[in-house]
């Protein structure tokens, strides 16, 4: 296994090579809070992991409805996570969730304990 960029790079250069040379793209646009995530993750000692895009999987753009090998186009990062214990972190481009399909009403608020029996209660 090789990396595309090498690992020592700083965060903004290794997405801008995954961006261009995967992707694509033309370039990446950072918002103001993927730009300040960048400096504290190199001033904490984790600029050097790996980088793991989080985009839509129906485009090699940010934009799910543009399909086949789009042109002319731009990744939008908007925030930057980590995942320190598992060794990469993880841009978070366009509007792409990173647990699609969840509810929004969680379902643990369905769950409860009949008293009289000790009976679990929504769980199936």
Request: hydrophobic share 40%.
């Amino acid at each position: 296994f090789k990396f595309l960029y090498d690992v020592n790079l700083p965060i903004r250069e290794k997405v801008e090579i995954i961006s261009k040379e995967i992707y694509g793209a033309d370039g990446v646009d950072f918002s103001e809070e993927a730009e300040r995530q960048m400096v504290q993750y190199e001033e904490a000692g984790f600029g050097k992991l790996p980088i793991c895009m989080a985009k839509s999987q129906y485009s090699f753009s940010c934009d799910p409805s543009a399909k086949g090998v789009p042109t002319g186009f731009r990744i939008a990062v908007r925030e930057i996570r980590s995942c320190v214990g598992a060794g990469f972190l993880y841009p978070i481009c366009g509007d792409i969730m990173t647990i699609p399909g969840l509810p929004t009403r969680p379902g643990f608020y369905d769950v409860d304990i009949n008293v009289k029996t000790g009976e679990v209660i929504g769980l199936f």
